[in-house]
């Protein structure tokens, strides 16, 4: 890493934080040469050096740091429990206290001046081995291929460092193929540490490979099940697991949900220039596993077994969570629109997200986005700082009554976006790859443009289906909960209490609903955050009875 030292990123503790850490550790003498931990190495503590060094290695060998007396070892991997991306190896004789990861939990939980400067080295740390690719993991795929921009999203959004090869571009590629076996019509291909070659994986088979997560102990009746690690899902993990409750998240793809794939939020409190959702969701998650929360990714949720309690949550793993009570978070998914050779397109031209992999794919590109929504607004400015021009295309006759003033006032002085009111798609075309866009306004002839990319932000259809007749829906398969359960719902659902549903709860005791998922919520970050911590108060109430 750079000199002189980033001093967050490499603080040094002074005598008296160094003996407050001492008695959660034992002080241990390493000879010259001897290796702490190496890559791959899963739960591990954290070392506090006292004397000597400690000289930390990416795979290829290259010193990423050299750690001096005072500073520590380890980074947001810690927390997690996933394995190190690096090795640590001490050149001379060196003195370092040993702390457990029991023990540095319980540091970070108790000791706010501690648990600031170590988290904020380890979000750093993690931060630079991603973005400078520090890791064992390998991508080799195409910027043609809708399977690469999966695995390219999944890796980015969970915080995980590789490095990408392009069949295109890359021309060792080859060599890499051949000592592995592999060949162009394999690709995507994930490489793991040069152990194990994934070709075309889902989502769950990476997961597994790299060791997203811990198991799940199905000796254990887990406090609350959370399915879906939306704002809604891990402010509710982070009230739950601080409160002490005995909590499991299950997210399908990555931590953030919808609102981990917006580029910026400007309106969301305490973020006066705005927050990503990606890093929005990062913080929120570090914060969960601070706690304690268990956060399994790739894990979706396929179906409840709601007819007794202990619930059962069914995954696509074929495993089950038992739980005393359950928070729905699954949020909503962007509506498709009837176009019939839509499929054919998706990641190939067709996109749900503008997040910073997307928009590499249109760098100085014309592009159309579809939607009026504050996500679609947000995508707007931020792709048009890297694509030629943007065109906005929205059913109705402007954006006046669906999204924020300040998005509006942007789009309107943007010399890079144009809005296209009471305009339509009416079909797309392309070989392989989208070439061109057909849209029609209402009082004009069809147009076809040469636009190779189009961003979908089209309303929402709720993450319903797994709950199977569980709960009641509404007309449009939100979970319905609180004061919006009728006489008929109850009855329907055979209640059995004498009180009625407390906020958030379902028609099914002890089930409650958080976020877009339910039925009448305000489609908002902040108000997603609010409903998950407020439902944790109503947990223990109902777990109390």
């Given at each position: 890493m750079a000199e002189p030292k980033n001093e967050s990123m490499f603080p040094k503790l002074d005598a008296a934080q160094i003996a407050r850490l001492e008695p959660f550790g034992k002080r241990r003498r390493v000879d010259a040469g001897e290796t702490l931990f190496e890559i791959g190495q899963q739960h591990l503590g954290v070392f506090v050096l006292i004397e000597g060094n400690i000289e930390i290695f990416s795979p290829s060998g290259?010193?990423?740091?050299?750690?001096?007396?005072?500073?520590?070892?380890?980074?947001?991997?810690?927390l997690s429990g996933r394995p190190s991306v690096v090795s640590a190896r001490c050149a001379e004789p060196t003195t370092v206290i040993e702390i457990d990861p029991a023990n540095l939990r319980r540091i970070i939980q108790t000791d706010p001046e501690l648990s600031e400067m170590l988290l904020?080295?380890?979000?750093?740390?993690?931060?630079?081995?991603?973005?400078n690719s520090v890791g064992d993991v390998v991508l080799a795929g195409s910027s043609h291929s809708a399977d690469t921009l999966r695995l390219k999203g999944f890796l980015t959004r969970n915080g995980y460092p590789f490095t990408y090869l392009d069949v295109e571009r890359d021309a060792g590629i080859q060599e890499l193929f051949d000592h592995f076996q592999v060949g162009v019509a394999d690709i995507p291909v994930l490489i793991c540490g040069n152990r194990y070659v994934l070709r075309n994986p889902t989502n769950a088979e990476v997961a597994r490979c790299l060791s997203f997560n811990t198991e799940i102990d199905h000796g254990t009746v887990y406090d609350i099940v959370i399915v879906g690690a939306g704002p809604s899902g891990l402010a509710a993990a982070v009230y739950a697991a601080s409160e002490g409750l005995n909590v499991v998240v299950l997210e399908s793809c990555a931590?953030?949900?919808?609102?981990?794939?917006?580029?910026?939020?400007?309106?969301y409190l305490g973020f006066p220039t705005g927050v990503s959702g990606q890093e929005l969701a990062d913080r929120a998650l570090v914060q969960s596993q601070k706690f304690g929360a268990q956060v399994n990714i790739a894990a979706p949720a396929i179906g409840l077994k709601c007819a007794k309690e202990p619930f059962a949550v069914n995954l696509a793993s074929g495993e089950h969570v038992h739980s005393r009570s359950i928070i729905i978070a699954t949020g909503a998914a962007y509506r498709k629109l009837a176009l019939p050779n839509l499929a054919q397109f998706e990641g190939v031209g067709v996109y749900y997200g503008a997040t910073h992999v997307e928009a590499q794919l249109c760098q100085d590109e014309e592009i159309a986005i579809v939607g009026g929504g504050n996500s679609a607004g947000q995508a707007a400015v931020f792709l048009s700082t890297r694509a030629k021009h943007v065109h906005l295309l929205v059913r109705g006759p402007g954006l006046s009554e669906t999204m924020s003033r300040y998005l509006i006032r942007r789009i309107e002085e943007s010399p890079a976006i144009t809005l296209w009111a009471r305009t339509e798609i009416e079909g797309l075309e392309g070989n392989g790859q989208l070439q061109h866009l057909r849209w029609r306004s209402q009082d004009g002839a069809a147009e076809i443009h040469d636009i190779r990319h189009l961003f979908?932000?089209?309303?929402?259809?709720?993450?319903?289906?797994?709950?199977?007749?569980?709960?009641?829906?509404?007309?449009?398969?939100?979970?319905?909960?609180?004061?919006?359960?009728?006489?008929e719902d109850l009855e329907t659902a055979k209640w059995p209490l004498q009180r009625p549903p407390y906020l958030l709860e379902t028609s099914l005791p002890r089930v409650f609903a958080v976020g877009d998922v339910r039925s009448g919520s305000v489609k908002r970050v902040a108000s997603a955050v609010g409903e998950g911590s407020i439902c944790v108060q109503l947990v223990h109430r109902v777990l109390a009875e």
């Open positions: 290259t010193v990423v740091t050299v750690h001096e007396p005072g500073e520590f070892t380890g980074e947001i991997n810690l904020r080295a380890y979000v750093l740390r993690r931060a630079y081995l991603v973005a931590p953030g949900g919808q609102a981990g794939s917006s580029s910026r939020i400007e309106n979908l932000m089209t309303g929402a259809n709720p993450n319903t289906a797994w709950l199977k007749g569980c709960l009641a829906l509404d007309g449009k398969q939100f979970v319905k909960a609180g004061m919006d359960l009728t006489p």
